[in-house]
């Protein structure tokens, strides 16, 4: 049933406006999939009568968390591929994880990847997931997921033309690349009230040719889209880069007129002085991926730094394969305390900084900072509400710190997109989400069996 307005009462509301005001005793009143009033509780009531009410008493009331950088079919087959450095992880498990992906799994394993997005708190996933030749509609079965969740969605749709160590069944032609993002956008761009988007996404530097890079770059601008790869990840890529041409990511990027508003480089970790100073005076906006980042071992994103240069740094999960879970909640916690450890300094990140990189800062990198991203009149209702009144959250004394470093996706309770109320007491209204959990069991079963059998042909 749709709902024409929704009350939200009694809550702590992180608003993550430029004051980062919190409201102790706050209420939010949305009509029409807008926030049209928010204030104290006592005098929002009295402006507003709504068909649905929600009492948030001991909860905290926050921006849905935007998970910028993600590959949610990844989830297929998290726990496998572990221990493994990057390079060689991609040859072990990612190749042949995403050869063998059928359009079956795509759209189980994105029904699966929104559904634990929205558990965990997200209302917005940027997802990046590469295609083979054969298999091109896999992307639009996962828009189709995006789709029926009612999660708001980023396609960003990866290829590769350059034939540098990964197998030659993902290498397309210039022509099949500008065929496809064509189609996408024209399909899938604007749908669901807006609520997917699709940008072009060359994977990396080491996998994409100069020459279709620039000639993407203008393709993008010409539709109002924007570029997202994946830039810096690890050591071993950035000296092959180095190799290569003579530079770093960013300064490729830069010679080749793609740095920008619309640029993503996600991870971003072995970034020099020169690359941030780069990066801010382009406007660039990068994607931190802590948790991933330990997982693979690949190093420590600058991020203070970056931030203090007055550069957007969003964040992201990295997804289900190099990282194994899509809670922005945990990922908000590790940013935090990563590089506490890494500076040997308490106050090198703060909750306040991670909780706006989760919200408002991913918002301003998607070109939606006006739309989504804070709790402000007029915007988009997209807002995630998690429940404090757990025993290892309790007592509240500052709610964003008991947020960032004490709760976890399972304390979120509600979630609402666009003004629909997508997850209600922790259940899903959007799909059945027991039956795709058993379709994803035998789904991901059948593709472990099917990567063993190409990785012993190979």
């Given at each position: 049933?749709v709902?024409?307005?929704i ?22 009143y ?63 498990l ?33 997802e ?16 189709e ?29 210039e ?75 960013a ?37 931190h ?31 289900g394969?190099?990282?194994n879970?899509?809670d ?20 090198a ?79 899903i ?18 593709l ?11």
């Amino acid at each position: 049933m749709v709902v024409l307005s929704i009350l939200i009462k009694n809550g702590i509301i992180a608003t993550v406006n430029e004051k980062n005001q919190i409201i102790k005793d706050g209420a939010i009143y949305i009509e029409e999939g807008r926030i049209q009033n928010l204030g104290r509780t006592e005098e929002v009531t009295k402006k507003h009568r709504a068909e649905k009410v929600i009492d948030a008493h001991r909860k905290i009331v926050l921006p849905g968390l935007i998970d910028a950088h993600t590959h949610m079919v990844g989830c297929l087959v998290r726990g496998l591929g572990s221990d493994l450095p990057l390079l060689n992880w991609l040859e072990k498990l990612q190749w042949p994880f995403l050869a063998g992906v059928t359009e079956e799994d795509a759209y189980v394993g994105g029904l699966l990847g929104c559904i634990e997005a929205i558990k965990t708190g997200s209302t917005c996933v940027v997802e990046n997931y590469y295609s083979t030749r054969r298999r091109k509609r896999n992307i639009d079965r996962i828009a189709e997921a995006i789709e029926k969740s009612g999660i708001r969605g980023f396609l960003m749709r990866g290829y590769h033309d350059r034939k540098f160590m990964i197998p030659e069944i993902f290498i397309e032609s210039e022509d099949e690349v500008f065929r496809e993002y064509d189609r996408i956008i024209h399909e899938w761009h604007g749908r669901a009230n807006d609520r997917i988007m699709a940008w072009v996404s060359p994977v990396n530097l080491l996998f994409s040719t100069p020459e279709l890079i620039v000639r993407l770059h203008e393709f993008a601008e010409k539709h109002g889209v924007g570029m997202h790869t994946h830039m810096s990840e690890s050591k071993r890529e950035c000296e092959l880069i180095k190799k290569e041409y003579g530079k770093s990511y960013a300064e490729v990027f830069q010679d080749l007129g793609v740095l920008g508003p619309k640029f993503h480089g996600a991870h971003s970790v072995w970034l020099t002085d020169k690359d941030i100073k780069l990066l801010a005076r382009t406007n660039s906006r990068t994607i931190h991926n802590p948790t991933s980042n330990m997982y693979l071992a690949s190093g420590f994103s600058p991020v203070p730094k970056m931030l203090k240069a007055g550069i957007c740094v969003a964040l992201g999960t990295d997804g289900g394969n190099c990282n194994n879970n899509q809670d922005m909640l945990e990922a908000m916690k590790f940013a935090a305390l990563l590089h506490k450890v890494n500076a040997l300094d308490p106050t090198a990140m703060s909750a306040v900084e991670v909780l706006r990189m989760a919200t408002i800062n991913g918002a301003r990198a998607l070109g939606l900072g006006n739309e989504i991203g804070s709790l402000e009149i007029g915007k988009k209702a997209d807002i995630t509400i998690v429940d404090l009144k757990k025993p290892h959250n309790m007592p509240i004394h500052d709610p964003i710190s008991t947020l960032v470093y004490s709760s976890n996706g399972g304390d979120v309770d509600t979630v609402i997109i666009d003004g629909e109320i997508t997850m209600e007491n922790r259940e899903i209204k959007t799909v059945d989400e027991g039956e795709v959990l058993e379709k994803a069991q035998v789904v991901g079963e059948n593709l472990a069996r099917r990567m063993v059998r190409r990785i012993k042909s190979s």
